[in-house]
């Protein structure tokens, strides 16, 4: 059965690892569209997803249309799942306030999608109690969450906050 996946990537060096979740989808057979973070692109930029997803990536929140529905509602009515992969603590954060203050927020906000958020960060981030209470709190609401990887971060420091791999994260949404 073919699935309709957003892919939120967010701002993390783990950003680049999200393309391989791409592939994977699309092998296979489901239809993905991604949505980055403006962070997010400084890290891989939108023309890798757009190759890889055979789709355009959603950047802009306030970028021309490409119908008269506006593009953060097209997107979440659009999507039977919906994915951030790489997830941020900023995103974890905005998502269990409600905030809304980019084009991926505006999305998981509107979607009635199943969601789920695959966490990558510095382990103390990860480890911080505000994270630790947006997590639960998402759970709580629904959210499906793909728990992070022990070993060397991005950082040079060891612990938990790896990013899953894309077979990991495949598997789960699978």
């Known amino acids: 059965m073919k699935r309709k996946i957003l892919l939120g990537v967010t701002g993390s060096v783990a950003a680049y690892k999200a393309a391989e979740l791409v592939r994977l989808f699309v092998k296979n057979g489901d239809e993905v569209k991604v949505v980055m973070t403006k962070a997010a692109t400084e890290f891989v930029t939108p023309l890798t997803f757009r190759t890889l997803s055979r789709n355009p990536v959603a950047v802009e929140e306030f970028a021309p249309p490409q119908s008269w529905v506006p593009e953060h509602i097209a997107l979440a009515e659009w999507a039977d799942i919906a994915l951030v992969a790489p997830a941020t603590a900023n995103t974890l954060a905005k998502m269990r306030c409600g905030i809304a203050d980019n084009l991926l927020t505006s999305v998981l906000l509107a979607t009635k999608a199943r969601i789920f ?18 997590i639960a709190v998402l759970k709580e609401r629904g959210v499906s969450v793909i728990e992070p990887g022990e070993g060397e971060l991005a950082c040079g420091a060891s612990g938990k906050g790896r990013f899953p791999g894309a077979e990991t994260i495949f598997g789960a949404v699978k």
């Open 117 to 134: 958020i695959a966490p990558a960060m510095n382990t103390g981030m990860l480890e911080a109690a505000a994270t630790r209470e947006n």
